[in-house]
């Protein structure tokens, strides 16, 4: 049967890209037929790179299939996965997030979650000296996956592998860094066709803190006043999206890229409270900024506190 490869929920340019990289990996090297496989609509950053390196956006799914073989990647999260992900045979897991559980195989499989900015880095490693023969479509698919995990380098989590690997692929290419960097960002920054729901979705991770759930949501952008413009009526969607998502709260983050800070919208008296609590931080109105706060893995998830 065909490997079905794929991410997380809400897939970015990682969770786009390292499905692509790795089928193209297991068919074309390992002689293992493959396939990438997307949880829903790519971001506009993802988009824009399966354009620009001419790959076939991958089929979306909500089911796996039981029995049906599967390597997740970019996630190990349960509930950023299909439902039926405990009844497939799931064969590996690449993943460079903090471990969660809750995932249930049939058997021991592969495991490798490394300390780096992004999978895609990790994939690099794997392949050894087979690496060399990544087409340039997929090397290009790799330097965005670093790139928009690193923010250009700017992210906390980017580790001098992440960045000398992704200058290697940009020499390769003949790819000039900051000038792909920013036609990337301008294509994340580009929100103004999503309603506030999907924003709210759209590149989210549901945490736990003392018994209560949220949902917490990143977008990193370089025009952070389009969507701080719409602060009221995103403010307003919270309510549905907890009231679908069966979450208790809504943690909306603007990632201002190119000032290196971070803007949290304030809905509420809790959320007011785990602001002030994570982030040392004096919240007076509906909003607060967060100076050098970039990453969700890295300052932001482990932070939080009630």
């Not at 698919?141 to 700017?154: G, N, P, Q, V």
């Not at 018994?211 to 009526?233: M, Y």
């Not at 931080?281 to 932070?303: E, F, Y």
């Amino acid at each position: 049967m065909t490997i079905q490869v794929f991410g997380h929920k809400a897939p970015d340019t990682d969770s786009t890209g390292s499905p692509i990289i790795w089928a193209w990996y297991l068919s074309e090297i390992q002689g293992r037929p493959a396939e990438a496989k997307l949880l829903g609509e790519p971001n506009t950053e993802a988009a824009f790179v399966l354009e620009r390196w001419s790959l076939a956006k991958p089929e979306i799914i909500e089911t796996v299939g039981e029995a049906a073989p599967c390597v997740v990647v970019d996630t190990n999260n349960p509930d950023e996965l299909p439902a039926d992900i405990n009844a497939a045979d799931l064969l590996q897991i690449i993943d460079h997030h903090k471990l969660t559980g809750g995932i249930k195989t049939k058997s021991p499989i592969d495991i490798t979650m490394r300390p780096l900015a992004c999978t895609a880095t990790i994939m690099h490693d794997l392949m050894g000296a087979d690496a060399a023969k990544m087409p340039e479509a997929i090397k290009g698919a790799m330097l965005s996956c670093i790139l928009s995990d690193t923010m250009e380098f700017r992210s906390p989590t980017t580790t001098e592998h992440d960045k000398a690997l992704a200058e290697s692929l940009a020499a390769d290419l003949g790819i000039d860094i900051a000038g792909y960097a920013a036609e990337m960002f301008a294509a994340k920054s580009d929100v103004s066709a999503f309603s506030d729901a999907e924003l709210i979705r759209m590149d989210s991770k549901i945490n736990e803190i003392d018994g209560v759930k949220f949902r917490v949501s990143v977008l990193e952008t370089t025009a952070p006043q389009i969507p701080l413009d719409r602060k009221a009526s995103i403010v307003e969607t919270m309510k549905t999206v907890c009231a679908e998502d069966g979450v208790d709260h809504v943690l909306f983050f603007v990632i201002d890229i190119l000032k290196e800070e971070a803007t949290l919208l304030i809905p509420n008296d809790t959320v007011k409270t785990v602001a002030e609590k994570s982030f040392g931080a004096t919240v007076s109105g509906d909003s607060v900024v967060l100076p050098g706060i970039l990453s969700r893995k890295k300052q932001i998830i482990p932070n939080l506190k009630m």
